[in-house]
């Protein structure tokens, strides 16, 4: 079994900052790719940024670069989401999501509970 557990959200004012974290834990053989998704009230859920394995590679939606920056640790089986100069728009519940290699030689895919992220003054 495995389980991603998201943490680091809460309220900030436009403008703010907020770092989120994602934990994985469980039968874990090795993590592939680790992508943040979020959801809007009413929306669809969208990615936000992704991340390769090694860390060396990553993406993002338009509407976050050169705000946003994702990252890991691969030896705590972390990825991160420093959010900066943040926006009302980015207000939603934002979602950790893993391609996981588990002991039993499983590749699936996971998905947090999401923590809620609210941009507003």
């Known amino acids: 079994q495995v389980q991603l557990v998201e943490s680091g959200g809460g309220l900030v004012q436009p403008g703010g900052s907020l770092r989120l974290s994602c934990a994985a834990s469980g039968r874990i053989r090795s993590i592939e790719r680790m992508t943040w998704y979020r959801q809007a009230p009413g929306k669809e859920r969208d990615l936000v940024a992704g991340?390769?394995?090694?860390?060396?590679?990553?993406y993002y939606v338009d509407s976050v670069k050169g705000r946003f920056t994702i990252s890991r640790d691969n030896a705590k089986n972390m990825v991160y989401l420093q959010m900066n100069s943040m926006k009302p728009e980015d207000t939603a519940v934002y979602y950790c999501?893993?391609?996981?290699?588990?002991?039993?030689?499983?590749?699936?895919?996971?998905w947090g509970q999401g923590t809620e992220v609210t941009v507003s003054s």
């Open positions: 991340i390769n394995k090694d860390g060396n590679t990553n």
């Open positions: 999501h893993g391609v996981i290699l588990t002991t039993n030689l499983i590749m699936s895919n996971y």
